[in-house]
C-alpha cells in the first residue's frame, strides 16, 4: 500500500497518453451500450482530435486517470475525481470501463476503491458522489461494494428508448470509508503474510 | 397560442442580463457567500466589477455557443432595478429534463417576489422549452426556499449528506424535482 495511490493488484491508475489514449477512447464511442451507460448526452462520436481536447481540458481541471492493467497493460478505461467544493471537502467521480471484456470481473471496482483511497487519505475530502443510471445495475452493484450509500432518485431524468429512466444518487462519507478499512485490511495483510 | 408574457409579470419583468450595466451591482452580491458558492463562481471570496463584467461575459458567450445555459435578468417593473437572476442550465433538450437556479439579492427581494418569479420560471420551462422535468439544488439550511419550493409542487429526491459546508457546519444538499404532468396538474387546480 506505499507504492503510491495508484497501484492496485488488478489495475493502476496511469496519466493519460494524449497521443495514444484518445483513439482508445473514439473506438469506445462507437459501442453504444458503454455510451448510454457513461453519459446522459445522446450517443454520437467525437473525433479523435475533440477527444485529445477534452481530455487535455479535463485532465487539467480535475484527476482525469486512465484505468490500466496491471499484468498486459492494456488500457481499459478512465476515471475522473473533479467538482472538488474545498469548503465542503468534497468531489464527484466517474469511471467507465470501455473494454467490454473487463467489464463485471472486478476491475473497475478496484480502480473506484483506488481513487477513494486517494481521495480520502490524499485530498483529505470528507466525501465523494457519484450519479449512476437506474438501468446500470452492475455499475450500482460495484458502487455498493466500495461502501457508497445510496441517497436519493431524480426521477425520469434520461428519455431513451422511449421510456423515462431515473438518476440514483450515491454517496460515501470519509468516517464509513474508514469503517471498511478496518474491516479489509485484517485480511489482505494476513494473505500477503502466508504467501 | 397563449399570448400571455413569457417575460412580463404584474411586478417584475425578465431582461438579458447585461455585463456592463448589472457588472456593479452583481460584484455588491458576491460579499455573500451564498450566492457566490451557488449562483456564481463557487469559490467564497468578493470579486471586484471589473472581474464580474468579464467572468459574466465568458458566461455569457459560452451560454449563447452552447444553449446548455440561459440566463435572465429579473428587474422590478417600477424602476427596472435588478433585484435577482434566473438561470436555467445542465439544458438536455433530448432528454427534456433541465436544472435552474433563481437567485435574489435580498430577503425582501425573496419575500416580494420570489412566487410570481417561480411561476414564470416554471411556465418558461414546461411551455416554452417544453421539459418534462425541472430540478433544482438545494441545502438542508435554506427552509424559506425550501418551502418556497415545496409549495410550488416540487418532491424532495435525493438528500446528499454533509455536502454543503456554511457557516462553520456541515449540511446535506438537497435536490428537488418536479415534472410536467405534476406542474400541469396544479395549474388546473389553481384555475
Request: proline share 2%; glycine share 6%; aromatic share 14%.
Amino acid at each position: 500500500m506505499n507504492n503510491g495511490f495508484f497501484k492496485g493488484n488488478l489495475v493502476d491508475l496511469v496519466p493519460i497518453d494524449l497521443d495514444k489514449d484518445p483513439e482508445n477512447i473514439s473506438k469506445w464511442d462507437c459501442d453504444s451500450e458503454f455510451k448510454r451507460q457513461f453519459d446522459i448526452v445522446p450517443a454520437v462520436m467525437y473525433s479523435p482530435i475533440l477527444s485529445k481536447e477534452w481530455y487535455e481540458a479535463a485532465s487539467a481541471n480535475g484527476a482525469t486517470m486512465i484505468i490500466q492493467t496491471t499484468k498486459e497493460k492494456k488500457v481499459i478505461g478512465v476515471i475522473e475525481l473533479d467538482g472538488f467544493d474545498w469548503a465542503a471537502r468534497s468531489a464527484w467521480v466517474g469511471i467507465g470501463i470501455g473494454e467490454a471484456n473487463y467489464r463485471g470481473k472486478g476491475y473497475g471496482t478496484e480502480a473506484m476503491q483506488l481513487i477513494l483511497e486517494y481521495a480520502f487519505q490524499g485530498l483529505n475530502l470528507n466525501r465523494v458522489n457519484l450519479n449512476v443510471f437506474a438501468f446500470n445495475t452492475r455499475a450500482i452493484r460495484s458502487y455498493e461494494k466500495c461502501g457508497f450509500r445510496y441517497e436519493g432518485t431524480q426521477r425520469e431524468v434520461i428519455y431513451k428508448e422511449d421510456q423515462r429512466w431515473d438518476i440514483i444518487d450515491m454517496g460515501i462519507l470519509r468516517s464509513e470509508w474508514e469503517e471498511r478499512q478496518k474491516i479489509w485490511e485484517r485480511e489482505p495483510v494476513e494473505w500477503v503474510q502466508a504467501a | 397560442m397563449n399570448n400571455q408574457s413569457l417575460f412580463q409579470g404584474k411586478t417584475i419583468h425578465f431582461t438579458a442580463v447585461d455585463p456592463e450595466k448589472d457588472a456593479a451591482q452583481i460584484s455588491s452580491w458576491t460579499s455573500s457567500p451564498e450566492f457566490v458558492r451557488r449562483y456564481f463562481d463557487g469559490f467564497f471570496r468578493t470579486y471586484t466589477t471589473v472581474e464580474v463584467k468579464k467572468l459574466m461575459k465568458e458566461k455569457l458567450k459560452k451560454a449563447d455557443e452552447s444553449r446548455q445555459d440561459y440566463y435572465f435578468a429579473i428587474r422590478e417593473n417600477e424602476d427596472e432595478k435588478m433585484i435577482g437572476i434566473l438561470h436555467f442550465g445542465w439544458i438536455m433538450l433530448s432528454n427534456q429534463s433541465a436544472g435552474f437556479d433563481l437567485y435574489f439579492s435580498d430577503h425582501n427581494a425573496f419575500e416580494k417576489y420570489s412566487n410570481e418569479a417561480l411561476k414564470m420560471a416554471l411556465r418558461y420551462a414546461f411551455m416554452e422549452l417544453s421539459l418534462h422535468r425541472l430540478c433544482l439544488i438545494l441545502p438542508s439550511y435554506d427552509e424559506e426556499s425550501i418551502l418556497l419550493y415545496e409549495r410550488a409542487g416540487f418532491l424532495r429526491e435525493t438528500q446528499s449528506r454533509q455536502a454543503v459546508f456554511h457557516n462553520g457546519k456541515f449540511y446535506d444538499q438537497l435536490t428537488y424535482g418536479i415534472l410536467r404532468p405534476e406542474w400541469k396538474k396544479l395549474q388546473v387546480e389553481v384555475q
